[in-house]
């Protein structure tokens, strides 16, 4: 991936407020300077969707978690930052949460969560440096769960591992089935390219947890 490739703030900023949510100001200086990345020390992106973040500072503070907490310390802290980014991300954007909530008002639960996966689905494809591709992210259902299927994950790469990485994913699809249906559903990550798979592959399971 070039190094000139570049994201949106917005994706950045809700990253950094919510680890300074989660583990506070000082800790998040402590993560920025393990990363190499003091230039956002009391300086975060701006709220907008202008693509000015590159694609390196993202990936420098996802493996900074990483090495930092270790595996299974990254991924909760991972899952946190994935749910806080839906969370914040509904509340800085209400003019689409508002347009999801009326598009799904009347179908039923699996069409809300496909609706609501196909939404993502253009916001992760969106994000991507390589978003005119095409390809990045599928949406597959099965009888018993939805698959979303990953082709490229920007913050992920460069990370080899034995276990599944993709904790701010499993957290974002979390948080987002569960506003759109009204009570938690099981999200697993059954495939993981860090584990040497071909592509992140999460499986949705359609009844509630």
């Known amino acids: 991936m070039p190094d000139e490739a570049r994201t949106d703030n917005l994706i950045m900023r809700v990253f950094l407020e919510t680890l300074e949510n989660i583990v506070g100001p000082n800790g998040l200086k402590s993560i920025l300077h393990y990363a190499h990345l003091e230039k956002y020390i009391n300086s975060f992106p701006p709220d907008d969707d202008k693509q000015e973040i590159p694609v390196t500072d993202l990936q420098s503070l996802y493996i900074a978690l990483y090495e930092m907490f270790g595996n299974s310390g990254a991924f909760s802290l991972q899952l946190r930052v994935g749910r806080e980014n839906v969370h914040r991300g509904l509340q800085k954007r209400p003019s689409i949460a508002k347009a999801m909530r009326f598009a799904t008002k009347i ?58 990485v993709c904790g701010i994913t499993v957290g974002i699809v979390e948080a987002l089935i569960e506003w759109i249906t009204g009570h938690p559903h099981e999200v697993t990550e059954i495939q993981c390219m860090a584990m040497g798979h071909p592509a992140d592959v999460f499986r949705i399971a359609k009844t509630s947890s």
């Open 107 to 164: 179908v039923p639960e699996t069409t809300k969560m496909r609706l609501s996966l196909e939404r993502l689905k253009e916001y992760m494809e969106k994000g991507s440096p390589n978003h005119d591709d095409g390809h990045l992210v599928e949406i597959q259902e099965q009888e018993d769960c939805f698959l979303l299927v990953q082709r490229e994950n920007i913050m992920r790469d460069k990370i080899t591992s034995d276990k599944p």
